[in-house]
């Protein structure tokens, strides 16, 4: 039987802990307002100056005012996040089936995988864009090194979760490899997947911006720069919050295409 | 209704001797039950009966036929029901079907068909996860007997559920049993079960671990018919058999 695993834990996080639900799900927002409060009095009352730290109502007036011109950029980003991600999960999807299927390629291969993953991003990427250029390819290149690890290795930890037993129930109906791997191990490894998509989706956007730190002509890491080197402060923390924003609406749509395509977990818990 | 014959099964793991020259036979239509101690080594027996396994010698035939390696001839079922958690519950039963490469639709409406009979009703589109260990098993069953109407191997099928549960599971597979003809090979280490479920009982004798191969040391034949299986338990002829089996088990 699998383990139960609740929709979220946050709920019953805040059920243990004896908290109403209502006040429950206020506190993170509300905590996140005050800080902001506070940054804002730091601001206005002079403690900090305004040329080290803007004020969160110049850091918005910033984000609206360059509204036309981040859009542009975030679109940019947002295709090499897509298309990174898009290669990673195809590749990381044939070297875990792969792996499952030869046991060699396994042992072969695994500490390669594991090693890809302790390669500092932020070293590889200069010598990406020297070898490919400062379009999208070392980007995309970059985010697929990334992400594929997370992809591959929920994969595989799903594939494995299978009982053995029910492999063998399978067997004694005739069933093909294709099949064990479509009916059991397949659905099993769903939520593995998921896990791995979540981390591998902010991945790829923070992948994308750090190439573009080093190289390219547009994308949210380009006009990082440019304001850093204007020293636009206002603008460094605008985008990063349309960087976090960004991510956090991946990690969302990931949730939701897991609630879509995992029905099951809904009943459970 | 198929018959089984086992002849003269011999394996060894890693140079010790599991089981030494097991035949047996359970003619078409019949229950028998395997009965042995834990460890005595009948997981590996079924494994080889399955076609999961290959046997060092002997042979598995099914009719006549010579299934022996041949995985996907039987039914098999365990004692966990190992329903698929990702697949509604028609959809695990009708796995089989579907493996054969019937169309979806058409395996659900034939497994539908027989969700009543097999106390499923109201079940179709649940969850695993959402139903009671009986009715699991009774889903684990289904998909059994939709995979091979002929014969059936259930290794220590109902050993994980209740007191209760268990005598009603027993009741309703000698029903069913009886009305497909079904003919099954029962695993299981609890007398009382294999003298309410069996028409005849294998004992198994063995430890191999300790150097003893498991052999067959006797057949009990149990002639009680199936319709007085329920009473059978409080008569002094089920007690003379309990005694007999015992006197096998040593």
């Known amino acids: 039987m699998s383990p139960k695993r609740k929709g979220s834990g946050a709920p019953a996080l ?26 804002q009095l730091v601001c206005s009352v002079g403690l900090v100056p305004s040329f080290l730290l803007p004020s969160p109502v110049a850091v918005i007036q910033a984000l609206v005012g360059d509204w036309q011109l981040l859009a542009g950029h975030a679109v940019t980003s947002l295709a090499e996040a897509a298309a990174g991600l898009a290669c990673g999960i195809a590749l990381g999807f044939a070297a875990a089936v792969l792996m499952d299927r030869f046991e060699l390629v396994y042992r072969a291969f695994y500490p390669l995988v594991v090693l890809t993953q302790t390669i500092p991003t932020v070293a590889i990427a200069p010598l990406l864009v020297l070898w490919f250029g400062y379009g999208m390819l070392p980007k995309v290149v970059l985010i697929v090194i990334t992400t594929f690890f997370p992809i591959t290795v929920g994969l595989l930890d799903g594939f494995r979760s299978v009982d053995p037993d029910v492999i063998d129930l399978m067997r004694s109906m005739g069933a093909s490899r294709a099949q064990i791997m479509r009916h059991a191990k397949l659905p099993a490894s769903l939520g593995h997947l998921f896990s791995g998509l979540k981390i591998s989706a902010t991945y790829a956007i923070v992948g994308a911006v750090i190439a573009e730190w080093l190289g390219g002509f547009s994308g949210l890491g380009v006009y990082m720069t440019r304001v850093r080197s204007a020293y636009a402060f206002d603008k460094m923390f605008a985008v990063i919050i349309l960087i976090s924003a960004l991510s956090l609406v991946l990690m969302w749509a990931v949730g939701a295409l897991r609630r879509k395509l995992m029905p099951w977990e809904r009943s459970e818990g | 209704m198929a018959q089984l014959e086992v002849g ?42 399955a076609g999961l396994s290959l046997p060092d010698s002997g042979s598995v035939e099914l009719d006549g036929r010579d299934i022996t390696g041949a995985p996907g001839q039987l039914a098999y079922m365990l004692q966990k029901d190992l329903l698929l958690p990702e697949k509604t519950i028609v959809d695990n039963v009708s796995l089989p079907l579907v493996l054969r490469g019937v169309p979806r639709a058409q395996a659900r409406e034939q497994a539908l068909a027989l969700f009543d009979t097999f106390g499923l009703a109201g079940t179709t589109d649940r969850w695993p996860s959402e139903l009671s260990g009986g009715m699991r098993q ?113």
Do not use: N
């Not at chain 1, 799900?25 to 409060?37: C, E, F, G, N």
């Not at chain 2, 011999?10 to 395997?34: E, N």
């Open chain 2, 8 to 49: 003269h099964v011999c394996v060894a793991f890693d140079g010790v001797q599991v089981l030494d020259d097991i035949s047996l036979t359970v003619p078409a239509g019949h229950i028998a039950c395997l009965l042995g101690p834990s460890g005595c080594g009948k997981t590996t027996l079924f494994h080889v009966v």
């Open chain 2, 138 to 250: 009774r889903a684990a069953l289904l998909r059994s007997y939709l995979f091979s109407q002929d014969f059936m191997l259930l290794d220590e099928p109902f050993s994980a559920l209740d007191a209760f549960t268990k005598a009603d599971m027993h009741a309703w597979f000698l029903d069913v049993a009886e009305r497909f003809g079904t003919t099954a090979l029962v695993v299981t280490h609890d007398v009382d079960e294999a003298l309410e479920l069996a028409d005849e009982i294998f004992v198994m004798r063995g430890a191999p671990q300790a150097g003893r191969p498991t052999r067959i040391v006797g057949t009990e034949r149990i002639p009680c018919p199936r319709a007085e299986r329920a009473s059978f338990a409080l008569t002094e002829e089920f007690l003379e058999h309990k005694r007999q089996v015992l006197a096998l088990l040593g």
């Open chain 1, 14 to 39: 805040a059920r243990t802990a004896g908290v109403s639900p209502l006040v429950g799900k206020l506190a993170a927002p509300v905590t996140v307002l005050a800080l902001v409060a506070i940054w």
